[in-house]
């Protein structure tokens, strides 16, 4: 038999504690995530765009510069060389030291470079 008052009701319900924060407080909160990412890499770009202009542009006015240089180098040695040249061929009759090989006029960079 039954007891006076009757059987305790049975628990069905489920009592699960509270799981953190909803599906849409997730997603609001990575999208201002992303949208702040986005916006520093805006940034960055920005940023590396300026950086990449302003070298380009600093090497462009050392180009002159370096161009001197290297004529003034280039002078240089050609003049050691030419004394080194007289030196070596002092002995020999009409040697002319720095006279062309060629028989142009027409001006030839050198293509070796002597230390």
Not at 15 to 42: D, H
């Amino acid at each position: 038999m039954p007891p006076s008052g009757g059987f305790e009701s049975i628990k069905y319900k489920r009592n699960l504690p509270f799981q953190g924060p909803g599906s849409f407080v997730i997603l609001g909160g990575v999208t201002a995530i992303c949208a702040y990412g986005f916006y520093r890499l805006g940034k960055g770009n920005l940023e590396k765009r300026e950086l990449q202009r302003e070298k380009v542009w600093s090497r462009i006015h050392l180009v002159p510069l370096l161009m001197a240089e290297g004529d003034r180098d280039l002078y240089r040695r050609q003049q050691a060389a030419l004394a080194r040249e007289k030196e070596i061929m002092k002995d020999v009759p009409g040697w002319e030291a720095g006279k062309s090989v060629y028989n142009s006029s027409r001006y030839h960079s050198p293509e070796i470079v002597i230390l």
